[in-house]
């Protein structure tokens, strides 16, 4: 594997995580992470290690997002202390690839990293990432499917939500 810059702000990361993505560089992803790191994709596919990380989002890079790109429209950190803490990243992808006659529109991630200062660097521990669909939650249909769906009868709030804003 090759070097990469050591992480010397946890902030970082998600734009790390963008860079490599828009490179196409499974091994810049799987950089940022401990080797026994876990990994939770939108899909739910968990992953436990570097190893792994790297060769789930080669493929991924090489078949299905071949000519996407991401980009971080947000971020919030908490701290849990000094060599603690987690990042949200709301985060656009658009061109995936195709499957079929089904077309690939663009989509917007919630991450999730959990980070670790180590040696006076900082590397991924946990990182879930979780699809934003604007619904309340999902449901599996007869066919098996599962598909995103809202309870509320009007377009009233009933909590604040990050990702709609203010």
Known sequence: MRSYPQIKDP???PYRFQEAWNLYDAQGIAAIFTDDA???????KWWD???DI????DFGLKHIFQHSKLEVLKTKL????DSIVIIHAKIKLIGQTEKGAQKAGERETMFIFVAQKTNNHWL???AQNTDITGEQTNIRDESGSLKPVS???D????TRDLNEGE
């Open 54 to 57: 790297w060769k789930a989002h």
């Open 11 to 13: 902030a970082e990361i």
């Open 78 to 81: 908490k701290t849990l202390s």
């Open 155 to 158: 377009k009233t709030k009933i």
């Open 38 to 44: 876990d990994f939770v994709n939108v899909a739910g």
């Open 151 to 153: 309870y509320k009868e």
């Open 49 to 51: 290690n570097k190893t």
């Open 124 to 126: 991924v521990v946990s």
